[in-house]
């Protein structure tokens, strides 16, 4: 049995579309005659709906969808002590997956079907990408505080997550390790991250040079090792670090990350939002030979999940920051979201081609945010939001059709009685 895409547009092109299990098998042009059996799924694109890669989200903990909207407007270390610790503190896999759940829903409905996420409650996390049917690349949250024991404990923790993953989640979850930041994990556990990732060839997920205080207090510690000269000489930089922020870093930093490929995640919105200190450098990262991604962060510090915002939140940033209108065009930004990110974690996807992964999304070009078509891809960064996407499809099945997605009311309801519910719970415990 096949997906059809039927009459679709491509580029310049009206095109047909045939998916086989996960991938992208054939794609027709107009003057070719594909023969569509009547047991096969067939969308109608009526020359109206464009095919495109469906978009990556580079870094996220997508269940703080339960913090939505609870703690704007404060500095970072008041917004973390009085509103995110203390309801962390206690939160348990129920909450936590109904975060993930409501999370999947809002990327499906804006388009992405990838993303890189750190969070507690791995296995809530997991169950639920697997129901879902997105691509997931998880980790628990490493933090052990410099405490030995603590340490101990989160490293046979992973050793079980990541064969359980194997045997429990193969199809859609990717394990990784995330280790959170570098002030709050040793270096005996940062060191057995680097050759647990390296002997399995995992993914090393971490928040890296987000404020100068850490570059400070790094500096102080560690010999005046900047966060990236540290982590490298623990051996972490390779190209399976996945690296969340990284703003306040020197030539070298950068000349170090390129040459070991390591990949570097911008968060432009969680950046300003928390006022964190920046600008990201995107024109010296690619002038180095940098290809970063993009991501979202979680809905606490955000608060979307819509990486269509996040596109144009990016671009505008650093053109902003730099004086320079030439800087971060569309398309450099488009690729961000989308090609570069799915092949740095290792996925066959982020192009419309044979071959591929079936990750796509078919967007509305009639809408009134695509006219005119003098430049889609302008059209998509500039003027789109993730509410002109049509139709989602992941590895091959249809996730929504016409703005659907099967069972959606009821997660949104479940969820915010869940919401509610984590949030009263701090008046009566803590
Ligand atoms: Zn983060």
């Known amino acids: 049995m096949s997906l059809w895409l039927k009459n679709v547009i491509h580029g310049e092109d009206s095109v047909t579309i045939q998916i086989v299990d996960e991938y992208i098998v ?3 042009r107009q003057n070719d005659t594909p023969i569509i059996s009547t047991e096969d799924e067939v969308i109608e694109g009526n020359h109206s709906l464009r095919v495109l890669p469906s978009l ?9 969808t339960l913090f939505r909207s609870y703690g704007d407007d404060l500095p970072l270390m008041r917004w973390l002590q009085e509103k995110i610790w203390p309801l ?6 129920e909450f936590v997956e109904w975060g993930m ?12 079907t990838g993303f890189n996420d750190m969070y507690w409650h791995y296995t809530a996390c997991a169950k639920v990408v697997e129901e879902m049917g997105i691509h997931g690349v998880l980790s628990g949250v490493f933090v052990d505080l410099f405490d030995n024991n603590r340490a101990k404990e989160q490293q046979q923790l992973n050793e079980e997550l990541y064969w359980m993953t194997k045997e429990r989640f193969p199809k859609y979850v990717q394990f990784a390790i995330g280790p959170h930041a570098i002030y709050t994990v040793s270096e005996n556990s940062l060191r057995w991250a680097a ?3 390296e002997t399995h060839q995992l993914p090393l997920h971490i928040h890296l040079a987000e404020t100068e205080h850490e570059v400070i207090e790094c500096k102080k510690q560690h010999q005046g090792k900047s966060p990236v000269e540290y982590l490298n000489s623990l051996h972490l930089v390779s190209p399976r670090l996945k690296a969340a922020h990284v703003i306040h870093v020197s030539d070298q930093d950068r000349a170090i990350l390129s040459e070991k490929q390591a990949t ?15 600008p990201f450098n995107l024109p010296q990262m690619l002038s180095v030979g940098i290809q970063p991604i993009l991501g979202t962060d979680g809905a606490g510090s955000n608060n979307s999940l819509d990486m269509f915002q996040e596109m144009k939140i990016a671009a505008l940033l650093q053109k902003h920051a730099w004086g320079d209108p030439e800087v971060a065009p569309a398309n450099t930004v488009w690729e961000m979201a989308t090609k570069h990110a799915w092949k740095q974690f290792g996925y066959n996807a982020g192009e419309i081609a044979e071959g591929k992964l079936a990750e796509i999304i078919l967007v509305n070009e009639k809408d009134v945010s695509m006219v005119p078509d003098h430049n889609y891809i302008s059209n998509l960064v500039y003027s789109a939001n993730g509410h002109i996407v049509d139709t989602t499809i992941s590895s091959g099945r249809v996730l929504m059709k016409h703005r659907k997605v099967k069972g959606e009311e009821e997660i949104i309801q479940e969820f915010c009685k869940i919401a509610k519910k984590f949030v009263q ?3 009566q415990n803590l």
Request: charged share 20%; hydrophobic share 35%.
């Open 26 to 28: 054939k794609i027709y």
């Open 56 to 64: 990556f989200n580079g870094h996220t903990h997508a269940s703080m």
């Open 88 to 93: 962390e503190n206690g939160i348990t896999e």
């Open 101 to 112: 759940r409501l999370a999947i829903l809002e990327m499906i409905k804006t388009g992405t």
């Open 195 to 197: 050759e647990f990732t």
């Open 264 to 278: 570097v995640i911008h968060n432009p919105t969680s950046n300003m939002k928390l006022a964190v200190g920046g």
């Open 425 to 427: 719970r701090k008046h």
